[in-house]
């Protein structure tokens, strides 16, 4: 079944302690992203991949790192998370990022205490 | 960049009334507008989408009217059921461009 995958779906954490929310997919798509949703702001873009060892900052970039290592793994770090940082994340995929289709993992709530 | 806005935030319809959710854009560049659907505790998907050379697309009960003069595209949902009650997203972004911007996004319930 064609899906993107995140880990873990839920996580409590203290500030400072850093993080790291995977995400897989299995579609052998170029394009992955990151996004966070928040009440009353939609979704906003955090980083996104174009291809292997190709990231760019997207809308919220800071307090994020990201790396694609692989083609399939695209994982958001938290290098030392902060309160405003407790949101509901999203990893998309799709085919090569020039206008189609975005698939949506079903998310990591994330709060930082 | 590009800056979508959502009208209404919230929309409640009785079932088998119509909804209609109006999104405006900002850059007249742009020339793909899909919309999403988040049902309660899920990742958006995709519902149905339109490219700039068409005024209008259906499938099925929904549909997408862009209008491009005026910089805006509505989503319409016939006959509403309450498996229609979702978050719906509006978004833009010009063809070969990687950058989707999202609306707000707009709360649809379907009252039985």
């Known amino acids: 079944e064609a899906q993107v995958t995140q880990n873990p779906r839920y996580l409590i954490t203290v500030t400072g302690k850093k993080l790291t929310v995977t995400c897989s997919q299995n579609?052998?798509?170029?394009?992955m992203s990151w996004y966070r949703q928040d009440p009353g702001l939609g979704l906003r873009q955090i980083y996104y991949?174009?291809?292997?060892?190709?990231?760019d900052k997207g809308d919220v970039p800071e307090g994020y790192k990201v790396s694609r290592k692989e083609k399939r793994n695209f994982p958001l770090i938290l290098e030392s998370p902060s309160p405003n940082q407790t949101s509901l994340y999203f990893c998309?995929?799709?085919?090569?990022?020039?206008?189609?289709?975005?698939?949506f993992g079903e998310g990591s709530r994330l709060t930082v205490l | 960049g590009e800056n979508v806005e959502q009208h209404p935030s919230t929309l409640s319809v009785q079932e088998g009334d119509s909804a209609v959710i109006k999104c405006t854009y900002s850059?007249?560049?742009?020339?793909?507008f899909p919309w999403y659907k988040q049902e309660l505790g899920k990742g958006p998907q995709l519902i149905i989408d339109?490219?700039?050379?068409?005024g209008e697309k259906k499938d099925q009960r929904i549909a997408v009217t862009l209008n491009k003069t005026a910089k805006h595209f509505s989503l319409h949902i016939t006959e509403t059921q309450p498996e229609d009650s979702a978050v719906y997203f509006c978004?833009?972004?010009?063809?070969?461009?990687?950058?989707?911007?999202f609306g707000k996004g707009n709360q649809v319930v379907v009252i039985p």
């Open positions: 978004a833009a972004s010009m063809r070969g461009n990687n950058r989707l911007a």
């Open positions: 991949s174009m291809n292997v060892e190709v990231t």
């Open positions: 339109i490219r700039s050379n068409v």
């Open positions: 579609m052998n798509h170029e394009y």
């Open positions: 850059d007249s560049a742009s020339n793909y």
């Open positions: 998309a995929s799709s085919l090569d990022g020039s206008g189609g289709e975005l698939f």
